[in-house]
């Protein structure tokens, strides 16, 4: 190419460039979305300088790539899942030196140039090619790459390569305009996904792992396309599992993956990888046997919590090179809110198996506490009690005998023993009331109640509004709470009335019983902190209890005001196994 060859039409042409920058300055105006602004600049380009093929670039010069962003041709398909690195074909090579490149298979080429084929495809013989860069305010942002193939193709002309930097230069605005839309349409799309996934994850504490993921794959399809989906977790320490998969992979949730796997080469090195198309490289590792299917592009991130890389998530898409540099950072932004999610969702879960474990051995303690109290009774009523009831039978027979030469003393042993066995028998209740066994929580407690009104003199009242017997665990919880408030009572508290009342909260999952007297009342505070250093062991055994068992003592009290007691445990506490 030189600059004496003769320039065609060059009046009607310098029209042309006028309207058709016209026409790109109109659409940029308009304010249309960058493949808009980008195929009308195609269009115009066409009119000026024919082609048979058109690619258009933009240039990342942080990652020295250049990624189509809009094509023209025959092959389109493929040349925009091409990534090219500057330096590598014309593309390349303009975006590196801020020059136009032109190919015209002549002498005048640059013999250091080699075009770039289309994957797939071999050098095309009748084949010229010119790449001019757009220049912006930071150096190359873009490049305009022009092909004319085929056997009848005419090579470039220095017309018209000088035509098409013209054009350049002036449809950078439109491209620069047309790309900062493009930025702020995905930042809104991104934001809106990010919402979406909080809104979803953040609507309750239960939310589990599977609808998180289900949630933050909704909303990523908006702004990522993927063919495939999946998240894998290490759970436990040193293995993989998968928690997620979309359809069309043939693999299992809940199957752990190699440890030589795609995955666990994420979780160790605590960052993710885009791959063009794993069927012919993949340098990290099997992908669950994708490798063997219909899926070529991999971009994966990882999931960070607490300063650990414990999962990662990853993205196939069937179309090779389909994911660059920008996609693996904005799926990194969007596995930031992901594993904020997931791990409380974890961690919630952890907490719920605690409690759930806590439980069960809560119950497993209170029935072999329980039992033991079964077997003291028991054994107050068939030795001690007995022994006292034939001790009592032979004074009474020795009585019978002859006249008493100590009668003081016999009457005075008897009521001993009358009196031991009356303790005896308390004792044996207190331990475990048979009632509580054969009949529940309320007849037990009013016999309690039944207890103070005739030993202490006291009124009573019972009001219950429970619809049937309690799980065992919690039955024997309450009663024990309660029972030691009705004991409290009656040591301390000199009242004339006490009250009891029994209720349930459905909504909340509690049953609840409310100790309240006319006692001269205590103060709280001061009793607590005896209660905590152990000084007041019955109310300290009653808060650690209530406490183990998930629930809650409240007490309402003041010196000369009387008390009110209140406790609240789950309905459920759990079955010993």
């Given amino acids: ?39 009308q600049i195609a269009v115009q380009l066409r009119r000026l300088v024919p082609h048979t093929e058109l690619l258009i670039g933009r240039a990342d010069s942080g990652a020295r790539m250049v990624v189509p962003v809009f094509a023209q041709g025959e092959h389109a398909d493929e040349k925009l899942a091409m990534r090219l690195p500057y330096g590598t074909g014309l593309t390349g090579r303009a975006a590196e030196t801020g020059e136009a490149v032109v190919y015209n298979q002549s002498d005048s080429d640059d013999p250091t140039l080699e075009p770039a084929s289309v994957p797939g495809d071999g050098p095309v013989t009748d084949e010229y090619v010119m790449a001019v860069p757009l220049h912006g305010p930071d150096g190359v942002e873009g490049i305009i790459t022009l092909y004319r193939q085929g056997p009848d193709q005419a090579r470039w002309r220095s017309d018209e390569l000088r035509v098409v930097k013209l054009f350049a230069a002036q449809a950078q605005v439109a491209f620069h305009n047309a790309e900062l839309y493009a930025a ?8 809106a996904a990010m919402n979406e996934v909080l809104r979803s994850t953040s609507a309750s504490l239960d939310a589990d792992v599977e609808s998180i993921c289900a949630s933050w794959e909704r909303a990523l399809r908006d702004l990522i396309p993927f063919t495939i989906s999946g998240i894998a977790l290490e759970r436990p320490p040193g293995q993989c599992l998968a928690v997620w998969l979309s359809d069309g992979i043939e693999f299992s949730v809940g199957q752990p993956l190699p440890p030589d796997s795609a995955p666990m080469w994420v979780i160790r090195h605590g960052h993710g990888y885009v791959l063009e198309d794993i069927r012919k490289h993949s340098p990290y590792g099997p992908h669950a046997g994708l490798e ?12 960070k919590a607490r300063g650990n890389t414990y999962g990662v998530i990853g993205l196939g898409h069937q179309e090779p090179g389909r994911y660059d540099q920008r996609t693996q950072e904005l799926l990194e932004e969007v596995g930031v809110y992901l594993s904020a999610a997931i791990d409380n969702a974890l961690l919630y879960k952890e907490v719920l198996d605690r409690k759930a474990n806590q439980s069960r051995l809560l119950a497993k303690l209170i029935s072999a506490q329980e039992e033991e109290r079964k077997a003291l009774a028991s054994e107050l009523h068939d030795d001690t009690i007995q022994v006292l009831a034939a001790a009592l039978l032979r004074l009474d027979r020795l009585a019978t005998i002859g006249p008493e030469r100590h009668p003081e003393v016999v009457a005075k042993l008897r009521r001993t023993l009358v009196s031991a066995m009356d303790r005896a028998r308390k004792t044996m209740v207190n331990l475990r009331p048979p009632v509580l066994d054969a009949e529940g929580l309320v007849p037990a407690l009013r016999q309690q109640l039944d207890a103070l009104a005739q030993d202490d003199e006291m009124t009573v009242e019972l009001v219950c509004e429970l619809d049937g017997r309690l799980e065992p665990t919690a039955e024997t919880v309450l009663f024990r709470s309660l029972q030691e408030a009705l004991q409290n009572v009656r040591k301390h508290a000199r009242a004339s009335h006490v009250g009891l009342e029994l209720r349930t909260r459905p909504v909340q999952g509690q049953v609840v019983g409310v ?18 250093h152990g000084g007041h062991l019955g109310l300290h055994s009653m808060l650690e209890r209530v406490e183990m068992a998930g629930g809650r003592v409240n007490i309402d009290a003041s010196p000369g005001s009387g008390t009110r007691l209140t406790v609240s445990i789950p309905s459920t506490i759990g079955a010993p196994e």
């Fill in 1 to 39: 190419m030189t600059s004496t060859e003769p320039v065609v039409g060059a009046g009607s042409r310098s029209e042309d460039l006028k309207e058709a920058l016209f026409e790109v300055a109109t659409a940029l105006n308009r304010g249309v979305s960058r493949q808009q602004v980008l195929g």
């Fill in 184 to 191: 702020a349409e995905e930042r809104a799309k991104r934001l």
């Fill in 292 to 303: 063997d299917g219909s899926i070529a592009a991999v971009v994966t991130a990882p999931l």
């Fill in 515 to 532: 100790v309240t007297d006319d006692g001269v009342g205590f103060d709280v505070l001061g009793v607590l902190r005896q209660a905590v």
